[in-house]
C-alpha cells in the first residue's frame, strides 16, 4: 500500500478553491483583531455580517480542506493512509499545543503581570500543576483550547470518513447532530473559571459540528468540481441573512443583543440562529459567480490574504503567541487614544505575515530540492 510520505502529507493543499485560501487569510486577520486587547477595529471585525463569526467560517473551511485532502488519499492509498495522514496532524498540532504552553509558563514566571494573572492564574498560584493540566488538555485557559479542538477533530475524521465509505451517512450525521443538541441543554459546557479546571471557552460538542459539517462537504466536493446553488435557495439565503445582519448592527434594535447570550446564538455553545445566519451567508459567498471569485482570490490582495490561508499552522501558531503577550499590556492598551490603539492593532496585525512568509519559502525549498533529486520528473 503506498502510504504518503511524511513530507507529502506536510505540503500544502493546492486544489482549485483558490478563493478558499483567501477567505481563510482573511479569517485569521480579523480573528487576530478581534482577539486583541481593546480596540476599535473590533466593531468592524466582529460579527459583521451577522450573529456569526470569523471562527464560524475558519472551522468550516479546515474542515473542509481536511475533508479534501483525506477523500484523495482514501481513493489513492486507501484507509490506513487516511489514518496515518490525520494522525501525523494531530501530533504536529498537539506538539505545536506543547511548545506554546511551555513558553507561556516560562514568560508568566519570568515577568508576573496582574494581566496574566487574571488569565492563567493557575499558572501563579501552582505552575508545575497548570502547565502539567494544560499539557494533559484539562487545564485550557485563554487560547489554548483551540490546538488541542484541531488535535481532537483531526483524531476523530478517520472514524467519520471510514463510515462514510461504508455508506453510513445518515448515521455519522445523525450523532453530529445528535452532540450538538445535547451540547444546547449546556450540560457539557466548560466553566468559566479560569482558577480551576477550565477545558475551553467554547464548548467543543457544539463546534464539532461546524468542522465535521465542514469534512463531509470537502468530501463531496473532492473532485473540484464547481459549486453550484439553485436560485431558489439563494432566495431563502437572502431572506434569513439580510434581516438577521441589520439585527446585529441596526441600533436602535439593541435589545434584541439580549439574545446573542441565549440558546439562539450563543457563540459558545454555536446557538442555531448563528449557525443559520453563518450557513445562508455561505449559500450567498457561493452563489458568487466562480470567475469573479477566483479573480478576486488572483488580485494582489488576494495573493496576500491567501499566503496566510495556505499556512494558515505557523500563522495560527503566532497569533497565539501574539495574544498571549499583548493582553499582559491590556489596561495599558485601554488608556490610549483610540488613534494610537487602531495603529497598534494594524501593527500587530501585519505581523501576521511574517511567519507565513518564513514557511511559503521553506516549502519552496523543499520544491526546489525534490525538483534537484528527481530531475526526470520535471
Not at 511548545?99 to 501552582?126: G, K, M
Not at 487602531?342 to 512568509?357: C, E
Request: with cysteine; charged share 15%.
Amino acid at each position: 500500500m503506498d502510504i504518503p510520505s511524511n513530507r507529502q502529507l506536510a505540503t500544502p493543499f493546492s486544489g482549485r478553491y483558490i478563493w478558499i485560501d483567501m477567505i481563510r487569510g482573511l479569517c485569521l486577520l480579523l480573528m487576530n483583531v478581534d482577539h486583541l486587547p481593546g480596540n476599535p477595529l473590533q466593531h468592524l471585525t466582529y460579527e459583521p455580517l451577522g450573529f456569526f463569526t470569523a471562527a464560524h467560517v475558519f472551522v468550516l473551511l479546515s474542515g473542509f480542506i481536511n475533508g479534501r485532502q483525506l477523500a484523495r488519499i482514501q481513493i489513492q492509498s486507501g484507509s490506513q493512509a487516511v489514518r496515518r495522514a490525520s494522525w501525523l496532524k494531530a501530533r504536529k498540532v498537539y506538539l505545536w499545543h506543547a511548545a506554546t504552553v511551555l513558553v507561556t509558563f516560562v514568560l508568566v514566571r519570568a515577568f508576573p503581570d496582574w494581566d496574566w494573572q487574571a488569565i492563567f492564574r493557575l499558572y501563579f498560584s501552582h505552575p508545575f500543576s497548570a502547565a502539567a493540566g494544560s499539557l494533559l488538555l484539562i487545564y485550557l485557559p485563554g487560547l489554548f483550547f483551540i490546538l488541542p479542538a484541531y488535535a481532537l477533530f483531526f483524531v476523530l475524521a478517520p472514524v467519520i470518513m471510514e463510515q462514510v465509505e461504508r455508506n453510513r451517512t445518515r448515521l455519522v450525521v445523525a450523532a453530529i447532530a445528535g452532540a450538538w443538541v445535547v451540547a444546547q441543554t449546556n450540560l457539557l459546557l466548560p466553566s468559566e473559571d479560569p482558577g480551576r479546571f477550565y477545558m475551553s471557552y467554547f464548548n467543543l460538542a457544539a463546534w464539532q459540528a461546524v468542522f465535521f459539517t465542514g469534512l463531509l462537504l470537502g468530501r463531496r466536493t473532492r473532485s473540484g468540481a464547481p459549486i453550484h446553488v439553485s436560485k431558489w435557495l439563494v432566495r431563502v439565503a437572502a431572506l434569513i441573512s439580510v434581516p438577521l445582519m441589520l439585527l446585529r448592527h441596526v441600533r436602535y434594535l439593541s435589545p434584541w443583543e439580549y439574545y446573542r447570550n441565549a440558546a439562539l446564538v450563543n457563540p459558545r455553545n454555536a446557538g442555531w440562529l448563528g449557525l443559520l445566519d453563518f450557513a445562508a451567508v455561505a449559500v450567498l459567498v457561493c452563489a458568487i459567480p466562480a470567475h469573479l471569485r477566483d479573480r478576486t482570490a488572483e488580485s494582489a490582495v488576494g495573493r496576500a490574504l491567501r499566503l496566510l490561508g495556505r499556512h494558515m499552522l505557523p500563522v495560527y501558531i503566532w497569533h497565539v503567541a501574539l495574544w498571549t503577550v499583548l493582553v499582559r499590556y491590556d489596561e495599558r492598551f485601554g488608556g490610549m487614544s483610540a488613534l494610537k490603539q487602531t495603529v497598534m492593532a494594524i501593527a500587530a496585525t501585519s505581523t501576521l505575515f511574517m511567519p507565513a512568509l518564513v514557511a511559503a519559502q521553506r516549502y519552496r525549498a523543499v520544491e526546489k530540492l525534490q525538483s534537484a533529486s528527481h530531475p526526470a520528473a520535471q
